[in-house]
């Protein structure tokens, strides 16, 4: 699949879109406010308005790199699909199969007996009963732990399947940050390879996201060559262990990236709607994509493989559209798909809460207002 990028032609047919974003960006008193669309044909334009700390000199810029948090999710479940592909896992499988070591007693603590038929579509659809994320304190001691990223998500799984479910699996929508660890740890189990270098080699890299990487964007000094996330107070963090959740975290939201490389694997499922995708050495079918984009059956909202599906009338066709946001609590942002009508938008801004979450939204707001009526559907 080959990605076109088209953006300064572009740019210069939306003078008002810049000042507008400013407008919103001051307004909402966030230090910067990032906004762009794409259709399957290509970037249509990145707009940037702010600086990358609050109170800094240095202003952010079109090719600057964004803490996608949760959106990382349907990264992780895009990842599994192509894992699937490969013939190294299947959805079905039981994690009291996937795991025996923690049914056997071997190494770890035992599994609760409960997650014993439990899939990697539960653990992606938020019905697996895991809870949220595990203990403050385990979190916190996953910082300073000498282990490797591998063995850290082992002992997570381990902890998180051993305590009992919150609720019966498949029996409610409970969102959960540690079903996607374990669903990333299975990935590492299967391939004896790290979440992350799985997710450069098969979708980073065959992608061209070259600025995509994992956790705070930027270094950890006073040279402020990235966007920074912002605690509560409006302070900016500096680029280290406290600038994001633990690494091991990674495949519930760690993932930060450019407008321009987020807008790639945004078009990567535009296209897989339409039909099989290639990437790099592998295929993934039409009817793999249809999976990734519908939410599973159940109580709950309509949620599945770290895509929220909603209704929309600038999505054209029925209305489907794909959502999700993404927050580490210092950042936050959000991607939309409009699978039918082939457009994705994004924003993002490098501070949380509410008066961010208000920003975000007004720059998508302003991102429809640039994609006018959606056509009709046919036979309308």
């Known amino acids: 699949m080959k990605l076109v990028l088209l953006v300064a032609p572009l740019l210069a047919q939306e003078p008002g879109v810049g000042e507008r974003l400013e407008a919103i960006r001051a307004e909402a008193g966030v230090p910067a406010l990032a906004a762009a669309w794409t259709t399957l044909d290509g970037l249509q334009g990145v707009w940037v308005a702010g ?72 653990l992606l659809g938020h019905r697996a009963g895991l809870a949220a994320n595990p203990d403050i304190p385990y979190l916190a001691g ?49 391939t004896g390879k790290p979440w992350e270098e799985l997710m450069r080699a098969l979708l980073f890299e065959p992608l061209d996201m070259a600025s995509a990487g994992f956790g705070p964007p930027g270094l950890g000094d006073a040279t402020v060559t990235q966007p920074r996330g912002h605690d509560g107070k409006g302070q900016a963090i500096t680029p280290g262990p406290f600038a994001d959740n633990p690494p091991a975290i990674g495949p519930a939201g760690t993932v930060h990236a450019s407008l321009a ?6 078009r990567l499922h535009l296209a897989g709607a339409r039909g099989d995708v290639k990437l790099g050495e592998l295929t993934l079918s039409r009817e793999a994509f249809a999976r990734l984009h519908a939410g599973l059956p159940g109580p709950g909202q309509p949620y599945g493989y770290g895509w929220v599906v909603r209704e929309t009338g600038w999505a054209g066709g029925d209305g489907k559209a ?59």
């Open 51 to 122: 600086t990358r700390e609050a109170g800094g000199a240095e202003r952010v810029t079109a090719d600057d790199r964004w803490h996608l948090g949760s959106c990382t999710k349907s990264m992780t479940a895009t990842l599994i699909a192509l894992l699937v592909a490969r013939g190294d896992l299947a959805w079905e499988t039981p994690l009291g199969e996937a795991l025996p070591e923690l049914v056997d007693g071997m190494d770890l603590d035992g599994m609760d007996l409960d997650y014993g038929d439990v899939t990697v579509v539960e």
């Open 142 to 190: 996953l910082r300073a732990s000498p282990a490797t990223l591998i063995e850290q998500r082992a002992g997570f799984t381990a902890k998180v399947l051993g305590t009992p479910p919150v609720h019966t699996p498949r029996g409610a929508f409970l969102y959960s940050n540690s079903g996607y660890v374990v669903a990333g740890h299975l990935a590492e189990r299967a």
């Open 261 to 266: 490389d987020w807008a790639k694997y945004a």
């Open 322 to 380: 794909l959502w999700h946001n993404g927050s580490n609590t210092m950042w936050y942002c959000e991607l939309w798909l409009g699978l039918e009508r082939g457009v994705a938008l994004l924003a993002a801004t490098n501070q949380a809460g509410n008066a961010p979450t208000r920003a975000v939204d007004s720059a998508v707001k302003l991102l429809i207002e640039q994609l006018g009526p959606a056509p009709a559907a046919p036979g309308r």
